[in-house]
């Protein structure tokens, strides 16, 4: 198993603005395939549950730091 942090920026709408090539290699997808999309298309909708509160209070100008056990889609391995 391997553990990991992920990169990426998103925007109010819950979208992906930014992400990095071993975040796209991890989730088995081209950078194409995340910039512009919603969270939960990306990542699955249970993971997206998973994540929504920590997106909700920075939405609301809160600090927030976090670590979530994620399995990358198509795969066996965990990020955080």
Known sequence: M???????ALGRSLRYVWANEPDAK???V??????GRPIAD????QAFEALRPHFERVLRSERVEYQEKLISP???SVGY
């Open 2 to 8: 391997r553990w990991r942090s992920l990169s990426y």
């Open 26 to 28: 991890w989730l088995r």
């Open 30 to 35: 081209t950078l194409d395939q995340i910039i």
């Open 42 to 45: 990306v990542l699955g909708q």
């Open 74 to 76: 198509g795969s066996a």
